[in-house]
C-alpha cells in the first residue's frame, strides 16, 4: 500500500468481499460511454466519528462493513465482476461473483486534522485511499476497493475507488446510500436497474456527418511533440464559495449578458465553471486569439426518450465541451462564459445521445485516441475540465454510527486543468471547489478567481 511515509498508515488487512447469495453469471454488455473511461476510477472519502458504543469491540465497525457490504453486492452484483476484453480496445463486462477488495488499515495520526488542512497537495493523504496496482491485469482488477482506516481517537475513515466502467457519479453514489442503509440493518430502497440494452432499444439516428468531435486545442506557440510547459509540476487548490457569494455571483452572470426574457436563469454549474474557465485563461496568461475549450460531462438520464429509470446504474451521461477564444472570455461579461457553458449543455437531447451511440462511438475502430481525449489529459492547458458532484447537496451516508463529518474527492488523481466540485461537507449551500494547475500558474488563479467573488462583494454594498 502507497503512504506518505512509512509511519503514516499500517495495513492491518485485506480481504475478498463476495456476494453473499448466488448471483447471475455471465457478460453483460459495456455502453460506448462505459467504453471510455475503462481504465479510470472515481474515489470519494468519507471521514466519521463514531460513539463509544460503535467503538467496543474494536473489530463491529469492521464486521459491519464487510457484512453489508456482502448484503448488498448481492443487488449490485456487476461491482464483483471483471472486465473482459473482447478485442480491438473494447470490453465488456464479466459477472463472475469473483467479489470486491476490502481493506482494514490504521493510521498513527490521532484524527483527519492533524493530516493536513488539504489546502495543498502535498497535504492531501493519498493513503488514505485504496492502493490500486495497475500492473495487475485489467480483466483480474477488481472493479471496486474499499479502505477503512481506524485513527487513534477511535474516528474513522472510509474510502473507496470505483471503476468508472461500471458506474457514473449518481450510479455510485446510489451504491453507496443503498450499502449504508444495509449497515444500517434496513432493506434497499431502491434496487439498480442493470439493463444496458435500455440504450439500443430506438432505431439508430443515422448522418455521423451531425455528430461533431472536438479535438483540445494546442498553445499556440506549441505543437503536439514539443510542448515543455505541460512538464511543469502541478498543484491543487481548494477554494470554499460561500452561499451569500454563490448567489451573488450568479445574479452578476444572469445581468452581465443578453438572455430573452423568457429564458432561464444560469444555473450554479454553468455560472461557477465559466468563472473558473475565465480566471484560468488569465492565470495562464493566454493570448487573445487562444482557443480553449472546457470540457465536462452532462447526466443524460432525463434528456432521451423515454427517460431512463432513476436507478439505471451505469454511465448515464456523456462528454461536450464549451468553445471559445480566450480573449472573448476575458474581456466580455461573466455572462458570456456562462453562455458558452450552456450552449454545450443544451446540445445533448435524445437525438445527440443515440447519435453519439449509434453513428460514432459504436463504431469498430481503436478506442485509444478517442479515449486520449475524454479523460483529464484533455483539460490541459490551453483548457479546463469540471467534474461535478453537485447532485451530494443533501446527501449523507449513515452506515449505523452517524453520518459523515467530511466527506473528500479522490483529488490526488486529478490531473492538470481540472476542477472537482463538491457541496461543503456542513450542507449551507456552500461548495468546495478542488482545482489542479501548474505550479507557475496558481497564485494568478486564487487571485483572479478571488477578485471577482471580492468584487461581488464590493457591488452589493453600493
Known amino acids: 500500500m502507497s503512504s506518505s511515509s512509512s509511519s503514516s498508515i499500517t495495513l492491518k488487512g485485506c480481504y475478498t468481499v463476495i456476494p453473499m447469495e448466488p448471483t447471475w453469471n455471465g457478460c ?33 465497525i469492521a464486521t459491519t462493513l464487510k ?8 443487488h449490485f452484483y456487476p461491482l464483483a465482476g471483471r472486465l473482459r476484453s473482447k478485442g480491438n480496445t473494447r470490453f465488456e463486462l464479466e459477472c463472475n461473483a469473483k467479489g470486491v477488495q476490502f481493506i482494514e488499515a490504521e493510521s498513527a495520526s490521532s484524527t483527519l486534522p492533524d493530516l493536513g488542512d488539504f489546502s495543498s497537495s502535498d497535504n492531501y493523504c493519498s493513503y488514505l485511499y485504496p492502493h490500486i496496482d495497475y500492473t495487475v491485469p ?28 461500471i458506474a457514473d457519479g449518481q450510479s ?21 436497474f442493470l439493463d444496458r440494452n435500455i440504450l439500443y432499444n430506438k432505431e439508430p439516428y443515422n448522418g455521423v456527418k451531425e455528430w461533431k468531435f472536438v479535438k483540445p486545442p494546442l498553445l499556440l506557440e506549441n505543437s503536439d511533440s514539443k510542448d ?14 460561500s452561499k451569500a457569494q454563490i448567489e451573488r455571483l450568479t445574479k452578476i ?18 455560472t461557477i465553471t465559466g468563472h473558473v474557465w475565465r480566471s484560468a485563461c488569465k492565470a495562464r496568461g493566454l493570448k487573445i486569439d487562444q482557443p480553449t475549450v472546457f470540457g465536462f460531462v452532462v447526466d443524460f438520464r432525463s434528456r432521451v426518450k423515454p427517460s431512463l429509470p432513476k436507478k439505471y446504474f451505469g454511465n448515464a451521461i456523456v462528454n461536450v465541451v464549451a468553445t471559445s477564444l480566450a480573449g472573448d472570455l476575458m474581456s466580455k461579461p461573466l455572462g458570456y462564459a456562462s453562455r458558452r457553458i450552456r450552449e454545450a449543455i443544451e446540445k445533448v437531447n435524445d437525438k445527440y445521445v443515440r447519435l453519439t451511440l449509434s453513428d460514432y462511438l459504436k463504431k469498430d475502430y481503436d478506442r485509444t485516441m478517442m479515449r486520449r481525449y475524454t479523460l483529464p489529459p484533455f483539460f490541459r492547458n490551453p483548457n479546463l475540465g469540471a467534474v461535478s458532484w453537485m447532485m451530494l447537496s443533501f446527501t449523507k451516508f449513515d452506515f449505523g454510527w452517524g453520518k459523515e463529518v467530511y466527506m473528500i474527492p479522490g483529488i490526488h ?6 476542477t472537482f466540485i463538491i457541496p461543503n461537507s456542513q450542507v449551507d449551500g456552500s461548495l468546495v471547489l478542488f482545482t489542479c494547475l501548474q ?14 467573488v471580492v468584487e461581488l462583494d464590493s457591488l452589493s454594498k453600493l
Open 253 to 270: 452572470s444572469n445581468e452581465s449578458w443578453n438572455k430573452s426574457s423568457n429564458e432561464r436563469s444560469y444555473t450554479v454549474f454553468e
Open 67 to 74: 457484512d453489508s457490504l456482502s448484503r448488498v453486492l448481492v
Open 228 to 241: 515543455e510547459e505541460r512538464k511543469n509540476k502541478t498543484t491543487v487548490a481548494i477554494i470554499q464559495v
Open 439 to 452: 505550479e507557475i500558474y496558481m497564485d494568478a488563479f486564487k487571485r483572479h478567481f478571488s477578485e471577482g
Open 413 to 418: 488523481t486529478l490531473l492538470e486543468g481540472e
Open 172 to 192: 455510485g453514489i446510489h451504491f453507496i446510500d443503498e450499502w449504508a442503509r444495509v449497515a444500517r440493518g434496513e432493506s434497499l430502497k431502491r434496487v439498480p
Open 28 to 60: 453483460l454488455p459495456l455502453t460506448e460511454f462505459d467504453q471510455l473511461d475503462i481504465t479510470l476510477y472515481v474515489s470519494l472519502l468519507l471521514y466519521y466519528r463514531p460513539p463509544q458504543n460503535w467503538l467496543n469491540p474494536s473489530t463491529k
Open 138 to 165: 485489467i480483466q483480474d482488477r477488481p472493479l471496486l476497493f474499499v479502505q477503512l482506516t481506524n485513527f487513534e481517537s477511535g474516528d474513522i475513515s472510509i474510502s473507496l475507488s470505483m471503476s468508472h466502467a
